[in-house]
């Protein structure tokens, strides 16, 4: 068992119509509670590092933590950089062992992206490491775009498959709607789909990746909220339409934002209901279970993954 690639993975997700959950680990019990999802649900399974993640546990914690979690789970893990902002932090993640990076160039105009991007992909690739690129830039309320606005920053079909074409990239990033962060929509949600058709039409077999696809599950607010929290408005990608996502092409799915949330809940729930209680692996174990039982009914019910492997 090992680190691997997600070159096999993505072709039988594509096959299968499936996609498979790429989750934001950052200390030992996000870790352990989406692997152990995964070994439940016998599902593929991705696990990606921020730089925020670097910063907060340190790289070595953070690769040895994932070795552990392979030796413990006995299953094959997929460890990608999320949201790399240079050359050098792709560099890095490459020669740590990681089997994946993303190089996030949708900030800057087309043709450095595509120049940077195509530097990141000729590194990796000659250490046998994939490569994500990003085109078009995820919007939402928290950044105080309004939807006319963040339309004008949608990928466009056209330069999605330039954008591939040109760098080498072995998936790519779109902006489609969603957002990062538990303020995704002000109004009804709604994801461009005819858009993601013409993506995938014009790069059929190919990876497509949607961040921020949180779901913000509202039970898990209301209970943050119950027990102390004030999370008024919160709001994520319906659950349904990542299904539908998922059976389009879309063959990574990025969640972080309900991983907070739920395990912020089950602390808060914790600490409030054993106020006497000063253990940290009482509420920190709340948290893992909360996180296991969120993973697990993504991996069954919206990403289509379980029993795949
Ligand atoms: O898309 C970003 C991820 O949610 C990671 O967030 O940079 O706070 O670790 P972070
Ligand atoms: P959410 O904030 O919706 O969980 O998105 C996470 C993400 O895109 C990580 O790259
Ligand atoms: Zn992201």
Redo the contacts with the bound molecule.
């Keep these: 068992m090992a680190i691997i690639s997600s070159t096999e993975l993505f072709k039988k997700a594509y096959d299968g119509k499936y996609a498979i959950g790429a989750f934001?680990v950052?200390n030992m019990e996000i870790i352990q509670g989406i692997v152990d999802a995964a070994k439940q649900e016998n599902s593929p399974l991705i696990l990606q590092v921020?730089?925020?993640?670097r910063e907060y546990a340190k790289p070595a914690y953070l690769m040895k933590l994932v070795e552990a979690a392979i030796i413990d789970s006995g299953l094959d893990i997929v460890l990608h950089l999320?949201?790399g902002e240079s050359f050098d932090i792709c560099k890095l993640c490459v020669d740590d062992g990681f089997s994946s990076v993303m190089f996030d160039g949708s900030s800057l105009p087309f043709e450095e992206n595509i120049a940077t991007t195509k530097q990141v992909v000729d590194y990796a690739h000659s250490k046998g490491v994939v490569v994500e690129g990003e085109l078009g830039t995820l919007a939402g309320i928290e950044d105080n775009v309004n939807i006319s606005e963040s339309n004008a920053h949608l990928t466009d079909p056209d330069q999605a498959a330039e954008f591939v074409d040109r760098t080498g990239v072995d998936s790519l990033a779109i902006a489609i709607g969603t957002s990062?962060g538990a303020y995704k929509f002000k109004g009804e949600p709604s994801l461009d789909f005819e858009r993601l058709e013409k993506i995938t039409k014009l790069l059929p077999g190919f990876a497509i990746v949607l961040?921020g696809a949180s779901s913000v599950p509202l039970e898990h607010v209301a209970i943050c909220n119950q027990f102390g929290g004030d999370l008024p408005g919160a709001s994520g990608v319906p659950e349904q339409m990542l299904r539908q996502a998922a059976g389009m092409g879309v063959l990574k799915i990025?969640i972080?934002?309900d991983i907070r949330i739920v395990a912020t809940g089950a602390v808060r729930k914790y600490l409030v209901e054993n106020p006497q209680d000063f253990d940290p692996r009482k509420y920190l174990a709340a948290a893992r279970d909360q996180i296991t039982s969120l993973v697990a009914h993504k991996m069954r019910n919206v990403l289509n993954s379980s029993g795949k492997l």
């Design positions: 934001n950052n921020s730089k925020g993640a999320d949201h990062h961040h990025n972080d934002t």
